[in-house]
């Protein structure tokens, strides 16, 4: 069934979004703040700034008018930075259709308030949206994407008719979505992993090999479970296709913001310098400032993260976090060989 699909965020995730949507068929409406760009992005169906030398489909119609882009939609698809997620939000619910299924596709925490991406939407929506509400998540290089190569994600949501729904929509040849009912493990896996990436880009700047890279996916992908089962996540999601098939694709990516930045970091610039340099949003910074303040919330043990913290937010030089991590006191893998454990 074609359907009329309202993207929010011409960035390059919601670019290649509308990309999918159009292959199969849906009319996109895109929008971008910028009107130089959303014109730009319907008369030469090209969005140059994010995803260069690629021509988009001519059934993807962008509009820096909000109101106009969600209105008698029936599917909203969000693709906006964490940051301005609040905002967007408070931005369209006055146009929303009552029964609109909306689907968003951002990996990150609401800084300040630490709530998870559904949950922010929640808040702003004047009606209820549980019930049709569901996110994207897995691994899924934009730049891959939109140039058709073969992608797997998983769909997550509270209710099986708003999975299945999303499936129909976006999979195609392509693309391939499986569904998934923890919404609470996909949208904490999606967004933690961002963490581990920028750790293990500061690897590869710092020089070392694939050694120090495996174990710190593995000891990564550790302590991000420790944290989404705490916060009420289902333990298969991390081994899943948002967990440990996201972590892989996103730490060993040129196409990585996350691990881009710190590769430089690794290099000794500063995080202002990488964030300039990068010219897009790093999710991954403010991920590390906000899991941070959760572990130490939640009593949970993060190690690589609060490492990442001090390289970010204190000065911590890169080589000293290594050693501090090297360095530990000697315990189990899991916690479920210590024979102290309850």
């Not at 995803?51 to 993807?60: D, F, K, T, Y």
């Not at 999979?171 to 923890?182: A, E, G, K, Q």
Request: aromatic share 4%.
């Amino acid at each position: 069934m074609i359907q009329n699909v309202a993207v929010i965020g011409a960035g390059s995730w919601g670019t290649a979004l509308a990309s999918v949507l159009a292959d199969n068929g849906h009319q996109v409406t895109l929008w971008v703040r910028d009107p130089k760009q959303a014109e730009a992005i319907t008369t030469t169906h090209r969005n140059e700034k994010y995803l260069p030398g690629v021509e988009l489909s001519a059934r993807i119609a962008a509009t820096s008018d909000i109101h106009a882009a969600v209105h008698e939609k029936p599917i909203v698809l969000l693709a906006v930075p964490s940051h301005a997620m609040r905002q967007i939000c408070r931005d369209l619910a006055p146009s929303l259709a009552s029964d609109v299924l909306l689907i968003h596709a951002v990996k990150g925490f609401e800084l300040g308030t630490l709530k998870r991406m559904s949950e922010v939407i929640q808040e702003e929506i004047p009606f209820e949206i549980s019930s049709r509400l569901a996110v994207i998540s897995g691994p899924s290089h934009a730049e891959e994407v939109v140039r058709r190569q073969p992608t797997t994600v998983v769909v997550a949501s509270e209710s099986e008719s708003s999975m299945l729904r999303s499936q129909d929509l976006l999979m195609n040849r392509n693309f391939r979505v499986y569904t998934n009912p923890d919404l609470i493990g996909a949208e904490l896996a999606g967004a933690l992993k961002n963490i581990i990436a920028l750790g293990a880009g500061m690897s590869d700047g710092l020089g070392f090999g694939d050694n120090a890279k495996a174990a710190l996916l593995t000891r990564g992908l550790a302590e991000i479970s420790r944290l989404g089962l705490k916060l009420g996540a289902m333990p298969p999601t991390f081994a899943g296709l948002a967990g440990i098939g996201d972590l892989v694709a996103t730490c060993t990516s040129k196409h990585s913001r996350n691990w881009r930045a710190g590769f430089l970091l690794g290099q000794g610039k500063k995080l202002e310098e990488v964030l300039q340099e990068i010219g897009m949003v790093v999710e991954g910074v403010r991920t590390t400032q906000a899991a941070d303040v959760l572990a130490k919330r939640e009593d949970v043990e993060m190690p690589i993260t609060h490492v990442l913290y001090g390289v970010l937010f204190e000065g911590k030089d890169p080589r000293q976090g290594v050693e501090q991590l090297m360095g530990r006191l000697k315990t189990y893998e899991t916690e479920y060989l210590n024979p102290d454990h309850v």
